[in-house]
């Protein structure tokens, strides 16, 4: 007989209305939502789980995460890590997001080489390990010396950086629509192309360009060809500008964004993930978390910190279709998810458009806007619940109290492990 469960809401947001309902119950059978309302008809040997203490929410998305690090302090150490040890901390990232309350999680690439994270993707899909659902792209393509090249934290070595140099870094158009496809081939569900420099790695920074015109158009366009939706790391205005003309999904990042360019973003519909997260503690001026970036990355932000406060207003003040994505993996744990939401609300930003970001707009940015991101008859039951007061508090989601992924309750864990 079909598993039937009876959830009673303290206050229920359900991703589409700006508002938190009361008195709310949602029944579901199996993995599946089929009815959400007041006082519903109790089936017979239903399950009643009494949440009658928490706010309920969609199971939240993480659209940028980096999951290939245990702990942040191993960023510069990604190029000696086996790719075992790589996809491991996948998993191990994905079970921390999931008992953390974010069901789903977009996958951003980074090195090593191989498609470990395409494994521990379809483990989880098939319920052989508890995870977040994922949708991966599996490594950054991008020109030499760009930020996703690991071999620069070998370049004062030069032999021995060339011998570290990643399959996936190079140049010229051929070389960029074999890489497309191989991303493809191998399981990626969509591209993630470096086109600037950054303020994090050791590059030239965020306005140098490391793809020409030709090897952008040729990564778009052979995407789409296979039908996969492309996104690109990018920071000035002009690249942005350029990447809206050649056609491109959406971008993630975009701190240095102006007025002018954020009206392209609106007109196009073109996504934007803006992972507040790297650029908070510059911005709040916390001297303590700035500290704990390379000299380098304290540099660069520092120099761009005036523009990273104005892009930020203009982000918040615009309309640009938003997505929720933290970035985690030079300051926080990749898991620590719940820090993107402390940095929305204290930016200004309205608690209910963050809420939807990280659901129903996350959900459509992930292509599976059709299944999850919403609590509605029919959606899959993706469920969260926080006993922290969601439009006061912008560390409420740092405690997540209940989550519920395809119909099934995992145990939820707000525990940092650091200590591996
Ligand atoms: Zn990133």
Known sequence: MENKKLIICGKLFDGIKDELQSNMEILIHGNKIVEVGKNLVRPQNVEVIDL?????TPGMIDAHIHGNLMKWQEMDTILFQSEGYSTLAFLHTAQRCLERGFTSIRVNGMGPEGFGIVDVKNVIDRGLFPGARMKVGCHMLGGTGMPGDMSMYASANPPASEKMQLSFIGSGPDFFRNQVRREVKYGGDFIKVFISGSFLSPDGGPDICYLSDDELRIIINTAHELDKPVTSHVY??????????FGIDGMEHGALMDEETAALFEESGTYLVPTFTPFQDMIEGNEEYIAQNTADAQMKLRKYAPILKKSREIICNSKIKLGFGSDLCAVHQPYESWYEYRCWIRSGMDPFRT????TAVNANILG????????????LADIAGWHRDLLKDCDALSECDFVMKDGIVYPTSNKVIDTL
């Open 52 to 56: 009658s203490h928490l706010t309920v």
């Open 236 to 245: 000035p205005c002009h690249m942005m500008k350029k990447l809206i003309e």
């Open 355 to 358: 809420l939807k970001s990280a």
């Open 368 to 379: 599976i806007d059709h299944i999850v991101g919403t609590i509605e008859p029919g959606k």
